[in-house]
């Protein structure tokens, strides 16, 4: 009894240790995003993903995505497809959004080619999927901010306005915004939130500039309302930049040349990591684990686990959300692993806004990514 008590002291200091650093950013726009007034903008022109077994195998990938946290190799490993390059593969989501919940997820990823050929329902699923929805017009301004207005175009590092083809997000280097966004001008047009009536006119902006502005001349006909869509498309030349604006597509409709970026609210300051005051000490054969609560937390959700089942998160019901919600700072654990196996426990804060981190995963003894797991609510 005694030796599985230590085992499980030890193992819960080397988890627990803080990383205070790394956990005081969390509370501002995930690492996919800029800050665009009270949300916070994707860096990118999403990737459509699909993702299969999303509640189950692929849970962790999910959440991994819905932080701003998933790379490319993280989809190829869960068996991702990606779509919306080449032609409208989106079924069976439909093109009015339906049959599209759990099953199509956008990322704000680098290097990958954006994602076109979507409806604006079917874009809107997508970001709702991975947690976010789409900006509103002036959200989408705010990020646009300080992007270079386009000129003749470089096909290099200039913003993607004359090349007649959808570039890498993020690969024209000096196509990028005051508040770090890419490609806001040229690329690819982007479906905003905003609806008007259908414009058959586009009536420029007259001094001001000479990106496109079509919001005039509303349609009589039947088929609907315009969406908007802002920045002009990689074949718009110098009508494309931060102030283009068209409201001439129909959200039902996809096209070749729009995408889509997503948005989510700041969510202001979440908890801190929780320190390395956490503790466990014997009472008897119970296990009693002491905390601080974290900085910025009203509450603590304590996970255990069996370290033969290591890392945090895999798949099974080995992990046990021994409390959540608590204002407490201590709790007994009476349970005993089995002979030869030892458990594990991590802590974090809690509070209105949401919570923080269990802990960072170590890449050759740098904090790289949050813990993840599903297993307390």
Known sequence: MMKQTIMRISLLLVLSMAVTAVASASGTCGPDAVPAGTACLDRYEASVWRVPNPTTTNAPLVRKIQLGLATFLDLAAGGATRLGVEADDYAPCTDDGQACAGDIYAVSLPSEIPSAHITWFQA?????????????????????DGTPD???????????????IVSSAGSRGACISARGAFDMAGNLEEWVADWAPLSTACTGWGGVSDDRMCLAGASTDVGGPGALTRGGSFGDGTGSGPLAVVAGRRPSVTFSFVGFRCAVENPGPLPAE????????????????????AVGATASAVLRGHVSALPVGSAGADERCLVAHSGADTLTDPELPASGDAFWYLVRGENVLGNGPYGFEGLHGVPAAPRLSATCP
């Open 124 to 144: 809107q699923e997508a970001c709702a999927n991975s947690g976010k929805r789409l900006p509103t017009s002036a959200e989408w301004q705010v990020g646009a």
């Open 150 to 164: 386009p000129g003749p175009d470089n096909r290099a590092t200039d913003c993607n306005s004359a090349s007649n």
């Open 274 to 293: 929780v320190d390395n005051g956490v503790r466990v000490s014997r009472n008897g054969s119970d296990a009693v684990i002491r905390w601080n609560i």
